[in-house]
């Protein structure tokens, strides 16, 4: 068992909160997704996210020592740009 990979994990986690846990997730998501080549896939993932960032309780935003953004109106700001975007985006994918 290797502990040192989780006391990493465990340290990034401690100093940043989960809208900055939600953003690496989201890029790393939109890697993986723009290997598919997929538009429609694409959209998917970020109405997932959008909707994520909107509906997380405001208290989880709450700025820590590492934190992207400064406020909890911020990342709920990026959910919301990402619910209104994505639709379209779906409805002119072809593929």
């Given at each position: 068992?290797?502990?040192?990979?989780?006391q990493?994990?465990?340290?990034?986690?401690?100093?940043?909160?989960?809208?900055?846990?939600?953003?690496?997730?989201?890029?790393?998501?939109?890697f993986?997704?723009?290997?598919?080549?997929?538009?429609?896939?694409?959209?998917?993932?970020?109405i997932?996210?959008?909707?994520?960032?909107?509906?997380?309780?405001?208290?989880?935003?709450?700025?820590?020592?590492?934190?992207?953004?400064?406020?909890?109106?911020?990342y709920k700001?990026i959910?919301?740009?990402?619910?209104?975007?994505?639709?379209v985006?779906?409805?002119t994918?072809?593929k």
């Amino acid at each position: 068992m290797l502990p040192i990979p989780l006391q990493l994990v465990d340290g990034f986690l401690l100093k940043v909160n989960f809208g900055d846990a939600l953003i690496v997730g989201f890029v790393l998501g939109l890697f993986a997704v723009a290997t598919q080549r997929s538009r429609k896939l694409l959209t998917l993932h970020l109405i997932a996210f959008g909707a994520l960032f909107l509906l997380a309780p405001g208290s989880m935003y709450a700025p820590q020592e590492l934190s992207l953004l400064d406020s909890i109106i911020q990342y709920k700001l990026i959910g919301l740009v990402l619910l209104v975007v994505s639709p379209v985006l779906y409805t002119t994918a072809q593929k």
